[in-house]
């Protein structure tokens, strides 16, 4: 069901009618470089890469698991089980081959997107290298943090962080071990994470209410200033809108944005294009917002 033209592609869905207020701040936050951006694997399905419950599902496979019991254990115990069982070197190439690492892989008009909301950081727990990829084309030069030692050395604008580490520096998180012990392997980039979680507008893209990396995520965002959170935002293109649900991640900090709620005819098919409809309408250009921004920048000289 196509319903709007806008630039030169089509919208199925405008969040405007039920997310006017969302937008509005989401992009009063962007246009005045506030916007931090989480970047999770339904951003990159589209190009290849597994989500999350494929993924431990491939590795259940691998482990002969009987359905019931892939069922009733936590995702992250899947694959300690694995390494448990065969060993770190077994472990990380059937992960490389699962993730797909060091296969070419194309890039989407999601990624482009993301990059087109010129956040000065983009946080993501994929292991992939699209978003640099996408930066790349756009004749960007973004700075990637992938490990602790990595943040004394910033030194360009705009970066890209990989809290979850990645294969090349051998340091990504998937066990349950990598979990349990994250802060200590990633003392510097989590307490970084924490203070750009505390000072900016933080809207999550890519990421499902059965990811593990949510709550652990979304706790942070709840501790750091209890009651004074700045409230963050999650788009949610894969489930039916939910009433207790939304309520739930709002008492957590988080605002979610339903595409099933601006869609009366929802088909989680089409998740990717909701996604690209929702970072097109946060893109649009507003007339009028444009001068008011234009007026502010031409007085701030006059500011004392």
């Not at 405007?16 to 694997?41: C, H, P, Q, T, W």
């Not at 510097?188 to 990421?207: M, P």
């Not at 935002?233 to 900090?253: A, I, P």
Request: charged share 30%.
């Amino acid at each position: 069901m196509k319903t709007k033209n806008i630039g030169s592609g089509y919208m199925y869905i405008d969040y405007k009618e039920d997310y006017a207020e969302e937008i509005r701040l989401l992009r009063k936050a962007m246009l005045n470089k506030k916007l931090i951006v989480f970047v999770g694997s339904g951003a990159s399905l589209d190009s290849g890469m597994p989500s999350w419950d494929e993924a431990v599902k491939q590795i259940a496979e691998k482990l002969n698991l009987p359905q019931d019991a892939e069922g009733n254990l936590e995702y992250m115990k899947i694959p300690q089980i694995y390494y448990n069982s065969r060993g770190k070197k077994e472990y990380v190439e059937l992960m490389q081959e699962i993730f797909r690492y060091n296969e070419k892989l194309d890039i989407t008009e999601i990624h482009r997107n993301i990059i087109r909301l010129n956040a000065h950081t983009i946080l993501t727990t994929n292991y992939d290298g699209l978003l640099e990829k996408a930066a790349g084309e756009n004749s960007e030069f973004v700075q990637v943090i992938g490990q602790d030692k990595d943040l004394p050395y910033k030194s360009v604008e705009k970066e890209i962080v990989k809290i979850h580490g990645d294969f090349r520096r051998d340091n990504f998180v998937l066990k349950e071990d990598d979990y349990l012990h994250y802060s200590e392997n990633f003392k510097l980039i989590e307490a970084y994470v924490k203070s750009l979680i505390a000072t900016n507008v933080v809207l999550f893209i890519g990421y499902s209410f059965n990811d593990p990396d949510v709550k652990q995520i979304f706790s942070w965002v709840k501790d750091i200033l209890a009651d004074d959170f700045q409230r963050a935002y999650m788009l949610e293109v894969c489930k039916e809108y939910d009433e207790l649900e939304q309520d739930y991640y709002k008492n957590m900090g988080i605002n979610v944005i339903y595409a099933s709620k601006s869609d009366r005819h929802f088909d989680k098919g089409l998740a990717s294009s909701y996604t690209n409809d929702f970072l097109n309408v946060l893109l649009e250009e507003d007339t009028n917002e444009n001068k008011i921004d234009d007026l502010y920048n031409r007085c701030l000289s006059y500011s004392d």
